[in-house]
């Protein structure tokens, strides 16, 4: 396991945990923040975005100690790449220069979650004795080698 990518998991858990348990229990506090009125459907919406926040939390918890990259835990890195770049870029079209200093610190953590999934859905993994030297080694033996010889 990449010790990179296990911090990638933790701090993703952490970060959508905290929004997940926000949206969840504080909806109106949420839509009063961003100017919207905190009555009927919207807060219903919130808490339902809250409760798929916390479930990619608990995702991303039960496969922290999984070895994530290049096809490893590909279905789980493709998902948090794909939310976190589509908020990213969500952010990005939609902020002003008199954002709220809140909103641009979270849009910049999803940028940076965004980045760091992109690479390790792009990079293969390595383990932690692996990292930092080259495999070396015998190849793994043929098909043919492991057959029984009869004398």
């Known amino acids: 396991m990449n010790l990179y990518t296990r911090a990638l998991m933790v701090i993703s858990t952490g970060f959508t945990a905290l929004l997940g348990?926000?949206?969840?229990f504080l909806p109106q506090e949420a839509l009063s923040y961003a100017g919207y009125p905190?009555?009927?459907?919207?807060?219903?919406?919130v808490q339902v975005t809250g409760a798929l926040y916390l479930g990619f939390s608990l995702i991303n918890w039960m496969t922290r100690a999984a070895i994530i990259g290049g096809i490893y835990s590909r279905p789980v890195v493709v998902g948090n790449f794909m939310?976190?770049?589509i908020v990213t870029i969500t952010f990005?079209?939609?902020l002003t220069a008199q954002a709220p200093l809140l909103i641009l610190i979270v849009a910049a953590v999803y940028a940076l979650l965004a980045v760091w999934f992109g690479a390790a859905l792009f990079t293969h993994p390595t383990t932690s004795r692996e990292s930092g030297r080259q495999k070396t080694g015998t190849a793994a033996p043929s098909a043919?080698?492991?057959k029984p010889t009869i004398t």
Do not use: D, T, W
């Open 144 to 146: 043919s080698s492991l």
């Open 38 to 45: 905190a009555e009927g459907f919207a807060v219903v919406l």
């Open 92 to 94: 990005v079209k939609s």
């Open 21 to 24: 348990l926000g949206a969840l």
């Open 83 to 85: 939310h976190f770049a």
